[in-house]
């Protein structure tokens, strides 16, 4: 099974920040590679997809990028509502699995 | 509006089966390909298990293969997940998702993500 390692677990960042979280797969995935964003008792909700195409819907100031086995989603500048966690999934081969998520907490 | 509404969680001890549902609406079931996956408390995303349109592929986790079966009734627009020989460590949030294809070209089986959940059911295996 292809095992996807995010980093940081959990970071504190402030109203404004630019936050990068990290996603790292065991073999190479190429760019099949999602990234989803949980808030406390909701169900997740899909940000980007192919490594960097953004969900329509989605603010702009999320961003994706990275192939092979890193991968970077990008938030510009947090906003109040962007505290959450986020998980990133690789969809290349069965089972898929998800990272263990990256809880960004108010600084 | 899509909607998938699961059903069927509860409490059950070690050992024991519990059957959940994925009621869905608002879209063509029988097209989709569907998904359980589950969260334990406080804990990350895991992925259970996989059911394409026509219920002739089947996948799951290596952590419930063998004791947890996925179903589904393209006429009744419904979803299942029986689960059997229960453990402590099964115990989590059970959503069932949707797969959306963005891509039907090349290596298409890859290119998809998960676009639309239900709320959950919770599960909780205890003595």
């Known amino acids: 099974d292809i095992q996807m390692t995010q980093s940081p677990s959990s970071l504190s960042a402030s109203v404004g920040d630019r936050v990068t979280i990290t996603c790292r797969a065991s073999q190479t995935i190429g760019t099949y590679l999602n990234w989803y964003q949980q808030k406390p008792g909701k169900t997740p909700k899909l940000l980007i997809y192919?490594?960097?195409s953004l969900q329509s819907g989605v603010p702009s100031r999320f961003s994706g990028s990275g192939s092979g086995t890193d991968f970077t989603l990008t938030i510009s500048s947090l906003q109040p509502e962007d505290f959450a966690t986020y998980y990133c999934q690789q969809s290349y081969s069965t089972p898929q699995t998800f990272g263990q998520g990256t809880k960004v907490e108010i600084k | 509006e899509v909607q998938l509404v699961e059903s069927g969680g509860g409490l059950v001890q070690p050992g024991g089966s519990l059957r959940l549902s994925c009621a869905a609406s608002g879209f063509t079931f029988r097209s989709y390909t569907m998904n359980w996956v589950r969260q334990a408390p406080g804990k990350g995303l895991e992925w259970v298990s996989y059911?394409?349109?026509?219920?002739?592929?089947?996948y799951y986790a290596a952590s419930v293969k063998g004791r947890f079966t996925i179903s589904r009734d393209n006429a009744k627009n419904s979803l299942y997940l029986q689960m059997n020989s229960l453990r402590d460590e099964d115990t989590a949030v059970y959503y069932c998702?949707?797969?959306?294809?963005?891509?039907?070209?090349?290596?298409?089986?890859?290119?998809?993500?998960?676009?639309?959940w239900g709320q959950g059911t919770l599960v909780t295996v205890s003595s």
């Open positions: 192919a490594a960097s």
């Open positions: 998702a949707r797969t959306y294809y963005y891509d039907s070209s090349g290596y298409y089986e890859a290119k998809y993500y998960f676009d639309y």
């Open positions: 059911i394409s349109s026509s219920s002739s592929t089947i």
